[in-house]
């Protein structure tokens, strides 16, 4: 009979080592100071440049000239 899933060894989970406390220090450090802040310089930036090509084609708000 074959031995069932939960049987058989778990390679995958032996075979990598848990991080350590220095590289989830560095993991953090790169997502806070790097990616986030260059992350939500492109959103910000994305949505003020969606805003723009739209008030380029319909105009500024206000209310309607007459």
């Given at each position: 009979?074959?031995?069932?899933?939960?049987?058989?060894?778990?390679?995958?989970?032996?075979?990598?080592?848990?991080?350590?406390?220095?590289?989830?220090?560095v993991a953090?450090?790169?997502?806070?100071?790097?990616?986030?802040?260059?992350?939500?310089?492109g959103v910000?930036?994305?949505?003020?440049?969606?805003?723009?090509?739209?008030?380029?084609?319909?105009?500024?708000?206000g209310p309607?000239?007459?």
């Amino acid at each position: 009979m074959a031995p069932s899933i939960s049987e058989e060894p778990d390679v995958a989970r032996s075979a990598v080592p848990p991080p350590s406390r220095r590289e989830e220090l560095v993991a953090f450090i790169v997502l806070a100071i790097i990616i986030w802040p260059i992350l939500a310089v492109g959103v910000v930036g994305g949505y003020g440049f969606l805003v723009w090509m739209f008030q380029l084609i319909y105009g500024p708000p206000g209310p309607p000239a007459h």
